[in-house]
């Protein structure tokens, strides 16, 4: 068994596309790895009946894959969240849907990454972005876990970058990987206002406009367009994980 679990999050519309060939593709490599799929509802849409029932009688035939569905939008910071949480290990591998996982006669992507996990690196990024990232339960609870005030979809992963260097005074690394494609679907929720390409206005208005400002000296960009300097304080989210984590043996 791998000592991490996948976290994948996913919506109707990508269902056949993404969904189904990606789940496939890690089973045929490790049939006995956890796989969480947040599945996300759509925005200002009703939750597409025949979409639950295809899905739940595909995941039902997966050996160790448990479905988590939410019957309205939500963040990807929430399902980010919620899928880390639910994981039974302490090291989760988060992905879209929209990726790719190949492998060849001599070896495949899981290869790699096992070889990757003993980098030294607790959280780190594959191939230079969050399409596909790993994390380390600890490291997210002492960092703070992705911001669910960004109630659509974008920067979540630019916040968490941010906080994530006040916090260890370190970038998150990159660590480059073989057999890992990011497709990248055309296949969005039309439901929300999109600032960016298909990333939400409230997010980014949120982040530019309420969380952050520019900073002329000092400050940190991370993955922001300028150095900022954070001026809304976080709420504590999940408060009671610690607690759970300390005394779950006991129960």
């Known amino acids: 068994m791998s000592e991490y679990s996948i976290v994948i999050t996913t919506f109707d519309k990508r269902f056949q596309e993404c969904l189904v060939p990606l789940v496939n593709a890690i089973k045929s490599q490790r049939p006995d790895m956890e796989i969480i799929v947040m599945v996300n509802g759509r925005a200002n849409d009703q939750f597409n009946e025949n979409y639950r029932r295809e899905l739940l009688a595909f995941l039902s ?15 990807l910071a929430k399902m980010w969240n919620r899928g880390i949480l639910t994981a039974s290990h302490d090291h989760v591998l988060v992905v879209n849907d929209d990726i790719t996982i190949e492998q060849d006669n001599a070896s495949g992507f899981f290869d790699c990454l096992d070889k990757l996990m003993k980098s030294g690196h607790n959280t780190f990024k594959l191939n230079g972005g969050f399409s596909h990232f790993m994390v380390h339960k600890p490291e997210v609870i002492q960092v703070g876990f992705f911001d669910e005030r960004l109630l659509g979809i974008g920067e979540e992963d ?15 690394p990159s660590l480059d990987i073989q057999y890992l494609v990011n497709t990248g679907s055309d296949q969005v929720d039309e439901g929300f ?59």
């Not at 916040?159 to 998150?172: A, G, L, M, P, S």
């Open 61 to 75: 035939t997966q050996t160790n894959c448990f479905p988590s569905i939410f019957t309205n939008f939500q963040s």
């Open 158 to 172: 630019g916040d968490f970058t941010w906080r994530y260097y006040q916090v260890f005074q370190r970038e998150i």
């Open 193 to 251: 206002v999109k600032g960016i390409r298909q990333y939400s206005k409230f997010n980014r208005d949120f982040i530019k406009q309420s969380k952050y400002e520019r900073a002329l000296l000092g400050g940190y960009k991370g993955m922001f367009d300028n150095r900022v300097k954070k001026v809304l304080l976080d709420e504590k989210q999940y408060p009671y994980e610690d607690f759970y984590r300390q005394n779950k043996h006991k129960v």
